[in-house]
């Protein structure tokens, strides 16, 4: 890591700034973007994967995306080691937020499939596509 | 930067910035911790309800309009150009802080322009949007959408679709009225009076945070 970025120095030779690399950055973050779409559209109209592995591929290209933009637009990347470790420790704490709540989440559905018989039926029942612009079409309450 | 950090360079001896940054900078990356977190409990009470919901309106049936088309289905088209138009416009502003380095005003004046217009030009991308959903029958309290799978949906997808874009689609706005204030700052000469271009560093940082919360919310609500 780069760690030669300081505050103090202001003066007009230093144009360590790499209009290259932020380039680079914005083609990488646009490619992968295109990429995205590009498999939800096949999805969408074939169904060729599962949805499952599709969502893993989804969230693995948003966590890059997230570091390119982190690491290079917003500089972080090129700050010292210190400072990179005050912000990407307290940040793991999503890891456990994402797992706890999920879990809640799906516990919850599991409990109101197995012992709510509204839920249950409301989840079988399909019904019929209202017509477009129906306007004040009320769907049943949570 | 000029100089150069030796090995073994002892940061917390005294003396210099243990981290390396200005004093402002640093509570801006701070500041976008707290207000990653918030986005975070959104985004993750949304992952919660959708995960105890058995099905769930489908993103490229809802999301498949386009101005000035009509009818015409193109899934996810216009939220593709409006993600476009958002990192297009953390690019002007990296060539704004880039600029700052090197005192170039008015390649700060210009860049700034452009990323004001960037800004405006998603906000009016969301506005249209939401004015299209709500022709629709969509808003807060009010769903026509189906289920993926044909069933009732519930009102929970257009509340925390509202909810979460609207609260992002305000970030977006902040930012845009900071980035006029650091125009019009910079055109006032402010900066080079002051001797350095730290504020449209700081400025910066809330831009790309404004982005990357996009890129996320762009994820959850588009794609899965």
Known sequence: ???????????????????KAIWKTFWILLAITVFELIIAIIYFETHFFPKHILNGVFVIMTLAKAFFIVAEFMHLGHEIKNLVM???IPACLFIWFLIAFMWDGSSYHDLRMR???????????????????????????E | MAHTVPVGQKWWSGGRSPFNVEYGKLMMWYFLMSDAFTFGAFLISYGTI???????????????TFPFIGEMS?????????????????????????????????AVMKWM????????AFLGCQAWEWTHLHAEGAWWGRNPFMNIDGTQS?????????T????????????????????????RGDFERTGHYLMIEKAGLYWHFVDLVWVFVFTCFYLL
């Open chain 2, 50 to 64: 959708r995960f105890s919901s058995s099905s769930w309106p489908n993103p490229n049936e809802v999301f498949r």
């Open chain 1, 115 to 141: 012992y709510d018989s509204y839920q249950y039926e409301q989840s079988k029942t399909k019904v019929v596509q209202p017509e477009k612009h129906e306007e004040g079409k009320k769907p049943g309450k």
């Open chain 2, 74 to 106: 193109v899934p996810l088209a216009f939220v593709s150009l409006m993600t476009f138009i958002l990192i297009m416009s953390s690019v002007t502003m990296v060539m704004a802080v880039g600029a700052g380095q090197i005192h170039d005003r008015k």
């Open chain 2, 113 to 120: 322009f452009l990323t004001i217009l960037g800004g405006l």
């Open chain 1, 1 to 19: 890591m780069d760690s030669s970025h300081g505050t103090t120095s202001f003066t007009k030779e230093k144009s360590e700034f790499n209009k």
């Open chain 2, 164 to 187: 979460i874009t609207g609260f992002h689609g305000f970030h977006v706005f902040s930012g845009v009225i900071i980035n006029i204030i650091m125009l019009i700052k910079t055109w």
């Open chain 2, 154 to 162: 519930t009102t929970n997808f257009t509340n925390y679709f509202f």
């Open chain 1, 86 to 88: 005050t912000i990407a």
